[in-house]
T-cell receptor, first 113, second 113 residues
Framework: AQSVAQPEDQVNVAEGNPLTVKCTYS??????LFWYVQYPNRGLQFLLK??????LVKGSYGFEAEFNKSQTSFHLKKPSALVSDSALYFC???????????FGAGTTVTVRA | EAGVAQSPRYKIIEKRQSVAFWCNPI?????LYWYQQILGQGPKLLIQ????????DSQLPKDRFSAERLKGVDSTLKIQPAKLEDSAVYLC???????????FGQGTRLTVV
């Protein structure tokens, strides 16, 4: 069975400071990893993904994430947060041998001006 | 390209009534997902189709929920009879066969009173 853990319900940062949202995963095979963002009353929007290759992947809106196989983590990062980054962020995982896409519980990010 | 279309956007029904949601995925996407997102939680996969076949429905409450994807294109999700705990946002998503990201519709917000 596959699963995703987002250990922090909330992350609060000041605008201009680095932002990190944590994610760890568990799969039986090789993982496909994704980050999504959800704004109020909106559907989930895709940010970035790791399939294979370079452990550091870059995505939309200046976000990036680092795949760490030994720590089974895929943390989302942004060097300088904006107030407009305030939203709900979800990490998701797929097993290489399975089409099923499983989501974490989400992390609410608040960026204060 | 057009995104994932869902209707209706909002629905209020009384408990024990029935309701149906409709989803039209992105053209050419073979995989279609229905997720249930209860307020404050991450999306929970209800059912996943690959073309018109079911890949995973292990978390679908089959005594009251049903879904179909005739002709491998659009899909309907039905609840009959509805319970208060079914109040949630129902998200439809689609993806190319493998191993790409899923694209989400805006969802249907169901309130059962």
């Amino acid at each position: 069975a596959q699963s995703v853990a987002q250990p922090e319900d909330q992350v609060n940062v000041a605008e201009g400071n680095p932002l990190t949202v944590k994610c760890t995963y568990s799969v039986s095979g090789n993982p496909y990893l994704f980050w999504y963002v959800q704004y109020p009353n909106r559907g989930l929007q895709f940010l970035l993904k790791y399939i294979t290759g370079d452990n550091l992947v870059k995505g939309s809106y200046g976000f990036e994430a680092e795949f760490n196989k030994s720590q089974t983590s895929f943390h989302l990062k942004k060097p300088s947060a904006l107030v407009s980054d305030s939203a709900l962020y979800f990490c998701a995982v797929r097993d290489l041998n399975d089409y099923k896409l499983s989501f974490g519980a989400g992390t609410t990010v608040t960026v204060r001006a | 390209e057009a995104g994932v279309a869902q209707s209706p956007r909002y629905k209020i029904i009384e408990k024990r009534q029935s309701v149906a949601f409709w989803c039209n995925p992105i053209s050419g996407h073979a995989t279609l997902y229905w997720y249930q997102q209860i307020l404050g939680q991450g999306p929970k996969l209800l059912i996943q189709f690959q073309n018109n076949g079911v890949v995973d429905d292990s978390q679908l409450p089959k005594d009251r929920f049903s879904a179909e994807r005739l002709k491998g294109v659009d899909s309907t999700l039905k609840i009959q009879p509805a319970k208060l705990e079914d109040s949630a946002v129902y998200l439809c998503a689609s993806s190319l066969r493998d191993p790409t990201e899923a694209f989400f519709g805006q969802g249907t917000r169901l309130t059962v009173v």
